[in-house]
């Protein structure tokens, strides 16, 4: 079936370091891929998504591209902030099984000091 | 503003005694459905609906129920809570089931 492996957390950087958490999945057919983050005490917010090969997601400077060769859907930031601070979840969409279910990774917890 | 509303945020309930957890969104989406997350399992879903009166198991249906008699909402139902029960819920609608998710903000839920 389906499913999304994320590196384990958490992890801790300086302001203004780069980021890369990374996410592959398992999937037939064509899955849209999604990156959720979780600010603390939130619920989970859409933070790029990518709907086929070689899309590539961007939202406040994060960065991912769907690599079919590779499934895999990193995610990149150049340079990161106190603010983005929070918990990171990769997720696949596709039909099949649970038709819809959104299939997440475990989670990055990601902590930036200044 | 485009939402999804839950209620309530945080509820504190003894083995048995039933309870619903609310769900409305107001952007007009068909597909709609219920998570539990829980540490070191992350996010697993328990019922979705397609549409109005069309509802299915997830992948951790037991010991819920949910129904979807309006577009609006969906309601989750424990009818006899257990601990295990005990976690944070979210609620989620989407356009359809291969579009992006919006998430409502949690309910804690905690059964002794």
């Known amino acids: 079936g389906n499913s999304v492996t994320q590196m384990e957390g958490p992890v801790t950087l300086s302001e203004e370091a780069f980021l890369t958490i990374n996410c592959t999945y398992t999937?037939?057919?064509?899955?849209?891929l999604f990156w959720y983050v979780q600010y603390p005490g939130e619920g989970l917010q859409l933070l790029l998504k990518?709907?086929?090969?070689?899309d590539k997601g961007s939202n406040k400077g994060f960065e991912a591209t769907y690599r079919k060769e590779t499934t895999s859907f990193h995610l990149e930031k150049g340079s990161v902030q106190v603010s983005d601070s929070a918990v990171y979840f990769c997720a696949l969409r596709g039909y099949g099984g649970s038709q819809g279910n959104l299939i997440f990774g475990k989670g990055t917890k990601l902590s930036v000091k200044p | 503003e485009a939402q999804v509303t839950q209620n309530p945020r945080y509820l504190i309930t003894v083995t048995g005694k039933k309870l619903t957890v609310t769900c409305s969104q107001n952007m007009n989406h068909e597909y709609m459905s219920w998570y539990r997350q829980d540490p070191g399992l992350g996010l697993r879903q328990i019922y979705y609906?397609?549409?109005?009166?069309?509802?299915d198991k997830g992948d951790v249906p037991e010991g819920y129920k949910v129904s979807r008699k309006e577009k609006r909402n969906f309601p989750l139902i424990l009818e006899s809570p257990s601990p295990n029960q005990t976690s944070l819920y979210f609620c989620?609608?989407?356009?359809?089931?291969?579009?992006?998710?919006?998430f409502g903000q949690g309910t804690r839920l905690t059964v002794v």
């Open positions: 990518a709907t086929k090969a070689d």
């Open positions: 989620a609608s989407s356009y359809t089931g291969d579009t992006e998710a919006f």
């Open positions: 609906s397609m549409n109005v009166e069309v509802t």
């Open positions: 999937a037939t057919g064509y899955p849209s």
